[in-house]
């Protein structure tokens, strides 16, 4: 048998697509082969889905609106980010565990290991979008506007996921080992909540709602609401659609190249 | 013919602490080179250099006559790496983990599915090629990792501590199949701080301590240095120690090892010839032996000699 050649320097060595497919093939593999963590996630965000809506939701004020049709639009967006609390952990532990260092030492593009990863959280990310908005119709969730608006804003919180991969992916390699990721969830937490997600920014005092209206991940919830709930959307948020869109786009390209530029920064240093 | 590593003044810093300091290796194809060291020498910091995951701060290092700084895509294609932690994925199969690896060395689907069928049967990991590694033994694990770095069919294998943490059955069947590799044609650099392991595998040892080779050479080169063989004297008191410990002192002019632990007494010895002068001296000095023994010495005696410092003993950070 012949594995051992020595002529391993004219053959080809595998390019950018290819190698960024294999690596974020193995990535998925690696979730979907680990049912616990999708059963836990989903019962998870069911969980709170239900807390919200049928135990705070009767006593919050949202606005002129029904609060489901408030609260979902901000819980699926917010949930991007708890998403990316795995990603960190991930990354971690293929460093920790020393797969990062056997993708390092193969003749592959430098960039393939990074990508592959984004490409495979990001379809991960795909997948528990489509779960949490199957969760959302189900405790009564309804789009007012149309229905391309609602895939609109279902790809406008894919496009915020993928920028946020990489700000997780550069948080992953610089915690090193996955205990330590696991503290991102430190920053996931006042993000999601110190935000528009599940009450209205109004009746918070005063510094916590200058910081909730004007950090990033609101104006992707507003985004996202003002293209689910239609007609009263410019009433309840005081513009138009294109208007929060255009922000919250230009929110997630400043958070793609920031994070980028990091994860690869730090990548390169090893 | 090309070297297969050319190391020449190795320099490499983590903050404050020094893992290479001048390294230098010259390693020849058609061998295994072990390099030997304690925890925290910077074996794995030199593996390191040489499987391009890190930028050196000082020197040149060429691998199979590629230069690391300049041509580090070159290097890639030449190399395969096993790591101490076995890197396999534990949620594929141990089929999809080679096959994974293989695709990423540029095999196509066909080529990638062919060479993860061989390198499974080759490492008798055939029956459970298709359950997930997860289910796998840790002997399994390394063995599949071990195969991982060979579906490239690279010219160098770059082994890190690959038995360390292995039960000594899994052990043996590694170090098989590493010579199998060796016996094969491919070259290989191994770091390890068990010494039978390098003794057991390698042509060629080089000894590493704080980020310097303190040695290099055969193992049977080594040994010699130690100047020849070495007596041992096992007393039945343990009171005697320190009056067989003077004897033989006086006798080889060199500080005999004492190790109260196993009533053990040994010391090099420069000649031959040595022993009747002993057992007279000995025996005048009515002294109660167990056993006395001439034998090769150890590589742990070795190191103790060219370092100063026991190889099993631990010091500072891994």
Same mark, same amino acid.
């Given at each position: 048998?012949?594995?051992?050649?020595?002529?391993?320097?004219?053959?080809?060595?595998?390019?950018?697509?290819?190698?960024?497919?294999?690596?974020?093939?193995?990535?998925?593999?690696?979730?979907?082969?680990?049912?616990?963590?999708?059963?836990?996630?989903?019962?998870?965000?069911?969980?709170?889905?239900?807390?919200?809506?049928?135990?705070?939701?009767?006593?919050?004020?949202?606005?002129?609106?029904?609060?489901?049709? #408030?609260? =979902?639009?901000?819980?699926?967006?917010?949930? *991007? $980010?708890?998403?990316? /609390?795995?990603?960190?952990?991930? +990354? %971690?532990?293929?460093?920790?565990?020393?797969?990062?260092?056997?993708?390092?030492?193969?003749?592959?593009?430098?960039?393939?290991?990074?990508?592959?990863?984004?490409?495979?959280?990001?379809?991960?990310?795909?997948?528990?979008?489509?779960?949490?908005?199957?969760?959302? #119709?189900? =405790?009564?969730?309804?789009?007012?506007?149309? *229905? $391309?608006?609602?895939? /609109?804003?279902?790809?406008?919180? +894919? %496009?915020?996921?993928?920028?946020?991969?990489?700000?997780?992916?550069?948080?992953?390699?610089?915690?090193?080992?996955?205990?330590?990721?696991?503290?991102?969830?430190?920053?996931?937490?006042?993000?999601?909540?110190?935000?528009?997600?599940?009450?209205?920014?109004?009746?918070?005092?005063?510094?916590?709602?200058?910081?909730?209206?004007?950090?990033?991940?609101?104006?992707?919830?507003?985004?996202?609401? %003002?293209?689910?709930?239609?007609?009263?959307?410019?009433?309840?948020?005081?513009?138009?659609?294109?208007?929060?869109?255009?922000?919250?786009?230009?929110?997630?390209?400043?958070?793609?190249?920031?994070?980028?530029?990091?994860?690869?920064?730090?990548?390169?240093?090893? | 013919?090309?070297?297969?590593?050319?190391?020449?003044?190795?320099?490499?810093?983590?903050?404050?602490?020094?893992?290479?300091?001048?390294?230098?290796?010259?390693?020849?194809?058609?061998?295994?080179?072990?390099?030997?060291?304690?925890?925290?020498?910077?074996?794995?910091?030199?593996?390191?250099?040489?499987?391009?995951?890190?930028?050196?701060?000082?020197?040149?290092?060429?691998?199979?006559?590629?230069?690391?700084?300049?041509?580090?895509?070159?290097?890639?294609?030449?190399?395969?790496?096993?790591?101490?932690?076995?890197?396999?994925?534990?949620?594929?199969?141990?089929?999809?983990?080679?096959?994974?690896?293989?695709?990423?060395?540029?095999?196509?689907?066909?080529?990638?599915?062919?060479?993860?069928?061989?390198?499974?049967?080759?490492?008798?990991?055939?029956?459970?090629?298709?359950?997930?590694?997860?289910?796998?033994?840790?002997?399994?694990?390394?063995?599949?990792?071990?195969?991982?770095?060979?579906?490239?069919?690279?010219?160098?294998?770059?082994?890190?501590?690959?038995?360390?943490?292995?039960?000594?059955?899994?052990?043996?069947?590694?170090?098989?199949?590493?010579?199998?590799?060796?016996?094969?044609?491919?070259?290989?650099?191994?770091?390890?701080?068990?010494?039978?392991?390098?003794?057991?595998?390698?042509?060629?040892?080089?000894?590493?301590?704080?980020?310097?080779?303190?040695?290099?050479?055969?193992?049977?080169?080594?040994?010699?240095?130690?100047?020849?063989?070495?007596?041992?004297?096992?007393?039945?008191?343990?009171?005697?120690?320190?009056?067989?410990?003077?004897?033989?002192?006086?006798?080889?002019?060199?500080?005999?090892?004492?190790?109260?632990?196993?009533?053990?007494?040994?010391?090099?010895?420069?000649?031959?010839?040595?022993?009747?002068?002993?057992?007279?001296?000995?025996?005048?000095?009515?002294?109660?032996?167990?056993?006395?023994?001439?034998?090769?010495?150890?590589?742990?005696?070795?190191?103790?000699?060219?370092?100063?410092?026991?190889?099993?003993?631990?010091?500072?950070?891994?």
């Amino acid at each position: 048998m012949m594995i051992v050649g020595t002529a391993t320097l004219n053959r080809p060595t595998a390019g950018l697509v290819t190698s960024t497919l294999v690596v974020a093939r193995r990535a998925v593999l690696r979730y979907l082969h680990t049912p616990k963590l999708i059963v836990f996630a989903t019962l998870q965000m069911t969980m709170f889905m239900v807390f919200f809506r049928y135990i705070f939701g009767g006593a919050i004020s949202s606005g002129g609106i029904p609060y489901v049709d #408030f609260l =979902v639009p901000g819980f699926i967006t917010a949930g *991007v $980010l708890f998403t990316g /609390i795995g990603t960190a952990v991930a +990354v %971690a532990e293929d460093l920790e565990q020393g797969f990062v260092d056997r993708l390092r030492s193969l003749p592959i593009p430098r960039g393939a290991v990074l990508a592959g990863r984004a490409a495979a959280d990001t379809t991960i990310l795909v997948w528990s979008l489509i779960v949490s908005v199957a969760i959302g #119709f189900g =405790v009564g969730f309804r789009l007012h506007g149309t *229905v $391309l608006n609602g895939l /609109i804003a279902f790809g406008l919180c +894919v %496009a915020f996921g993928y920028a946020f991969e990489w700000l997780f992916i550069a948080l992953g390699q610089l915690a090193g080992n996955a205990q330590a990721a696991q503290g991102v969830a430190f920053l996931v937490f006042p993000l999601t909540f110190v935000s528009s997600a599940y009450v209205p920014t109004a009746s918070m005092p005063r510094l916590l709602r200058v910081i909730a209206e004007h950090q990033p991940l609101t104006v992707m919830i507003d985004a996202v609401r %003002a293209l689910t709930l239609g007609p009263a959307a410019p009433a309840l948020l005081g513009h138009a659609p294109a208007y929060f869109v255009t922000r919250a786009l230009l929110w997630a390209l400043g958070i793609l190249l920031v994070s980028g530029s990091v994860a690869i920064a730090t990548y390169r240093r090893g | 013919m090309t070297s297969t590593i050319e190391a020449r003044g190795l320099g490499k810093r983590f903050g404050k602490t020094v893992a290479l300091d001048g390294l230098d290796l010259v390693a020849e194809p058609g061998q295994v080179v072990a390099v030997l060291g304690p925890n925290g020498a910077g074996k794995t910091t030199f593996l390191g250099a040489v499987a391009t995951l890190l930028r050196l701060d000082a020197g040149t290092l060429r691998v199979c006559g590629y230069d690391v700084r300049r041509d580090p895509a070159a290097v890639r294609r030449s190399i395969g790496l096993a790591g101490q932690f076995a890197a396999v994925e534990p949620a594929m199969t141990g089929r999809e983990n080679l096959e994974l690896v293989a695709r990423l060395f540029g095999l196509d689907r066909r080529a990638a599915r062919s060479s993860a069928g061989a390198v499974l049967e080759r490492f008798d990991l055939t029956e459970v090629g298709d359950r997930l590694v997860r289910t796998y033994s840790g002997g399994m694990r390394r063995k599949l990792d071990l195969g991982a770095s060979l579906v490239g069919a690279p010219r160098l294998l770059l082994l890190d501590e690959p038995t360390t943490g292995l039960d000594p059955r899994s052990r043996m069947e590694l170090w098989d199949a590493i010579r199998t590799l060796v016996d094969g044609g491919t070259d290989v650099l191994l770091t390890t701080q068990y010494l039978d392991e390098a003794d057991q595998l390698a042509g060629q040892i080089v000894i590493v301590d704080h980020g310097r080779t303190v040695a290099h050479g055969t193992p049977a080169d080594l040994k010699r240095r130690l100047g020849g063989h070495v007596l041992e004297v096992r007393v039945r008191r343990r009171d005697d120690l320190a009056a067989v410990a003077a004897t033989l002192g006086r006798l080889h002019g060199r500080e005999p090892r004492v190790d109260p632990a196993t009533r053990r007494v040994s010391v090099g010895l420069a000649g031959g010839g040595g022993l009747s002068a002993v057992l007279r001296a000995v025996e005048a000095g009515d002294l109660d032996l167990e056993d006395v023994a001439l034998r090769q010495p150890t590589l742990d005696e070795v190191f103790l000699a060219l370092t100063g410092q026991l190889a099993s003993a631990p010091s500072g950070a891994a």
